[in-house]
């Protein structure tokens, strides 16, 4: 049996396929600290694809550039009709929610997926005052970056229509 460990969402893994996500960018790809993982799985039910994708970062890594992208399973695209590209306007591109919780620290963050492409999303974070813009990429050195220094734990749970 495949458990998740630290997750407040650990989906019922009977019914759920395990992948691989791979963080890349449109700049510089980040590096994640030593002993950091990423753990993902989908289920399909139809035109749907449900991913739940925990990110633990364990140490401090680089930061790279640009934003950040992770993809979905392979052998599958995104229906970029019903979840457009998000353009920083159109809602529909919001494919479900982030949490991410700094360790050690009283700080929580919240956020979104959005459609970048027909293969990647990428996650937008909110964290206390003030907007941390996309997760690990637009805020290099900031407290949800790889390279940031923070340890940290990131859950995201999206519902993607497919083709």
Do not use: E
Not at 13 to 31: L, Q, V
């Amino acid at each position: 049996m495949i458990k998740f460990q630290n997750s407040i969402n650990a989906p019922n893994t009977t019914i759920w396929t395990p992948f691989t996500t791979t963080i890349t960018s449109t700049g510089t790809t980040p590096t994640p600290g030593v002993g950091s993982t990423i753990t993902s799985y989908y289920m399909q039910d139809g035109k749907m694809l449900s991913i739940n994708m925990l990110f633990y970062n364990a140490a401090v890594g680089s930061d790279g550039s640009g934003i950040y992208l992770m993809n979905i399973p392979s052998g599958f695209t995104i229906n970029t009709t019903v979840a457009p590209v998000y353009d920083g306007t159109n809602l529909l591109g919001n494919l479900g929610n982030v949490f991410c919780k700094l360790i050690g620290y009283n700080d929580l963050g919240t956020g979104t997926a959005f459609v970048y492409d027909s293969t990647h999303y990428y996650l937008a974070m909110y964290g206390g005052n003030y907007v941390q813009a996309i997760l690990f990429g637009v805020s290099p050195g900031g407290r949800f970056s790889m390279g940031g220094g923070y340890t940290y734990h990131v859950s995201v749970n999206i519902l993607i229509p497919i083709n």
